[in-house]
């Protein structure tokens, strides 16, 4: 009696592709406008997903507000209104590709979710482009 | 040569989360503001999965208009405009968590379609909350 | 320099189509399954539009967080997750359609509100079915 | 580390579903109005998903522009603003349900892709109705 | 006491944009693949927009049912699934852009409308192009 | 015989809140987050509206590839993947909030529209949150 769970949540934050081993004429040929030095921003849609067992007493695979108290202490709190590669410890180093803030949040909510559930994270960087982690 | 066809559906009803083996207090705490004794209501958005092999003569897995009539006999007609709690057969024992609704859906859908059809349906309590099942 | 500005939130809440001057027949008839005794529900989506100035020194024409938090004292937290017909003072003796949900709304906020400030309310009862009021 | 990554395109186009095979009593009968012998039309949106691992020195598991740019050759220019049964080679032969067309489209862009990369191909034929293949 | 209802409805059609007074090169020029002789189609996005006054008795601007199936024998039954161009007599003539259609729309239905309602039509082609007529 | 057209189109750009004749404590207070001296960002829909005569030669009030061009070359080309408050004219004095950014684009899209037209800018900032300038 596996059922998956789904729980929206958004943020917006400011970043900037940028690789620090290439030099300048390197990044603005792989990341073209998405390398501009004084960044640019997105409004991010967050998807988690949640799979487990119906608990019978409740009928909640996982009580929803619950996780919405998870996702809003630990996404969304730390990268709201932020500059991603400036005001957070996780993107000091790694490029804040759609791709690795999936792997980011997959990581920090894995670690508050019982290891009975799995977790996947989707996330859209706009409406066209989208991402999802890890995938089964 | 196998794909999935998704067709939608939606329905309005009313329910409570409540769980009546428990007192108001454990009730209350549990279940906070969707406990209301006097009901709530969402308008559910309902996702059907039939996956199944193309036909040759028609290039349809399955007639749309055939699922979109199942979707409305045994699913529509059942659960619009119904106070889950009190209207429905389904949920006069069984907690109407979305979790709950969707194993229901399922069921009373699988045993219309043919056994070579695999299904999952997806169902949608608000924008932000959905869930899914089976999980394959 | 006039400008709008909207604000989106949402509530969910069970109510019922009825005329208590007319007898069962005439309900059924009017309002049809609208008028189940045991309720249904919705997910109503508000959007909120003040039209003024814009001030020379925020560049806001009303502070969204005020706005927003506005919004949620006197609307939010009033409808959501009630049943309009028996939870509230406002629809115990007036029919809950959208029609008058949205004037019931716009007399709340109305009085929040400095009256320079132009107000309009958009209801959404479902994705298909929409009102608006006033009608400037 | 394998991560998914979506891109989503649209294109407008008429089409009539028809088997040559059968007479017109038997194609009006299981195509209904979609047989209009005059065409009908969708604005058709497309989301191609790309599976495969992510690039340290990028952060990407594809170029999100690159994956455009293959959409727009070899997909969009072919069927955008087209009569898919008279103007296309795909479906001269072959009947074009959304189903097929879901089929033809990733075989198109099969091609043009390292072999290294899953890929999954979901059109919406409308908001209600949509498909998706390969099933893995 | 005014109050706007809306109501939205969709069909789909194949057309062209063509005008028989200009020799092809000129359609071409002004049209560019939207003239295609061969067609090609949108999803329709319709939304009628009504205002009146509430009558006090059902709380109603006016029947979302009764304007529902106006919207369905008027408008969806002569449009949906038809090829504009060739199987509508309101379109031999006249080119079926969408400003040109919101008109047709418009006054079909303000003859089936009490001339005290003010009707407007909205009509999407696409997500991104759509128009409004009448302005008031 | 008047329509409106409308034309959607997106940009995603870094911002901050800021008005520099207070102090920080004062920018603090009344713009919090949105005053991240390290910015933020949003993807930004905009929606312009142009109202005006259908041309009988061609059915269009405008031609939406030009207004789709217009939009691209004065206001997509200036804003996109751009830090308003560092790499534009238009925001280095001006706190770029969502009504001042409408009315920057209704200025810039003004001059190069006849002026028979009339126009009007929506812009969200984020789904929940949106403005239109000017108010007719």
């Known amino acids: 009696m596996k059922v998956a769970v789904y729980r929206k949540a958004h943020f917006n934050a400011a970043h900037r592709l ?28 967050l998807e988690v997903k949640v799979v487990g067992e119906i608990d019978p007493q409740t009928g909640y695979v996982i009580d929803m507000k619950v996780l919405k108290d998870l996702i809003e202490e630990h996404i969304i709190q730390r990268f709201d209104h932020k500059n991603l590669n400036l005001d957070t410890e996780e993107f000091r180093q790694l490029n804040p590709t759609a791709e690795n803030i999936a792997v980011v949040i997959y990581r920090l909510l894995r670690e508050q979710l019982d290891s009975t559930f799995q977790l996947t994270i989707k996330l859209y960087e706009t409406e066209r482009n989208f991402v999802e982690f890890p995938v089964h």
């Open 18 to 45: 940028h690789n620090p081993e290439w030099d300048e004429a390197m990044n603005e040929k792989v990341f073209g406008k998405c390398n501009n030095p004084n960044f640019h921003g997105h409004n991010y849609e």
